[in-house]
């Protein structure tokens, strides 16, 4: 969507499925992925969506979904991490891409890049290895050259975020994960609801209006699939604050 993108209406979560990125929507982005912290007040948030959507709500981020629901400390919470390849249903089920051997190899190359450049940090998630480089802006380009030669080597995905790579297992997104959980039965009669902030959410967005919903879109104005948009995490989470005492 091009041009001014309004800001959602508070009764846009009635009768919602709701599908929340975290870093970057609940949380701000910090200088270190393991830097993040949960308060009170969002987790009491997660606690309260959940009682008033009878569990319509799910988080999807491309962090692990273990650390995810660390992070939270809620259950039962339905969490999807590494970007759609892995569920952890509030009922206890739980499912995962295999993970490719080639990460092994990929791991020792990111490791060694990071070692000659300081302040590049290498993630180890389940099912990829990422390069972060918020803190060394001036490595972008070899981060991102190296993602991308390892990527195609290797036959994996390569996930563009804010300020880092990350070469991946292939076969799903955020959007792949909106409609597997679209097909539940625990989401199926809600309208999906997909709130995010990174290109990496846009597949959500897509999906989320496939299927006869929104997307909004959490930080500055930029294209999108999204509908709506709030200007950042602490707007997000007033208007989320507001739409539950919308519902009834």
Same mark, same amino acid.
């Given at each position: 969507m091009h041009g001014l993108v309004p800001a959602p209406p508070a009764n846009l979560l009635r009768d919602a499925s709701l599908f929340l990125d975290f870093d970057g929507t609940l949380v701000e982005i910090a200088e270190r992925p393991d830097a993040v912290r949960v308060d009170e007040r969002l987790a009491g948030l997660l606690s309260l969506l959940f009682q008033k959507l009878d569990g319509r709500i799910a988080l999807i981020s491309g962090r692990p979904a273990d650390e995810v !629901?660390? /992070?939270t400390g809620l259950t039962p919470l339905t969490i999807v991490g590494s970007h759609g390849m892995q569920?952890?249903?509030?009922d206890g089920r739980r499912s995962m891409a295999p993970r490719p051997a080639a990460l092994v190899d990929i791991l020792q190359e990111l490791r060694d890049l990071a070692a000659r450049l300081p302040g590049v940090l290498v993630e180890d998630k389940p099912l990829g290895a990422a390069l972060h480089f918020r803190q060394a802006p001036d490595a972008e380009a070899t981060c991102i050259a190296l993602a991308e030669g390892l990527a195609t080597a290797h036959g994996l995905t390569l996930q563009f975020g804010k300020m880092m790579i990350e070469v991946r297992a292939s076969g799903g997104?955020?959007?792949s994960a909106v409609r597997t959980l679209m097909a539940e039965p625990a989401f199926a009669s809600g309208r999906p609801l997909f709130m995010g902030d990174d290109v990496t959410d846009?597949?959500?967005?897509?999906?989320a209006v496939a299927l006869g919903g929104a997307g909004v879109l959490v930080g500055p104005e930029r294209t999108t699939a999204a509908r709506? !948009? /709030?200007p950042g995490?602490?707007?997000a989470l007033r208007w989320l604050e507001a739409a539950c005492k919308d519902i009834s």
């Open positions: !629901r660390t /992070l569920f952890q249903w509030a997104d955020k959007g846009e597949p959500g967005f897509t999906a709506y !948009r /709030l995490v602490g707007e």
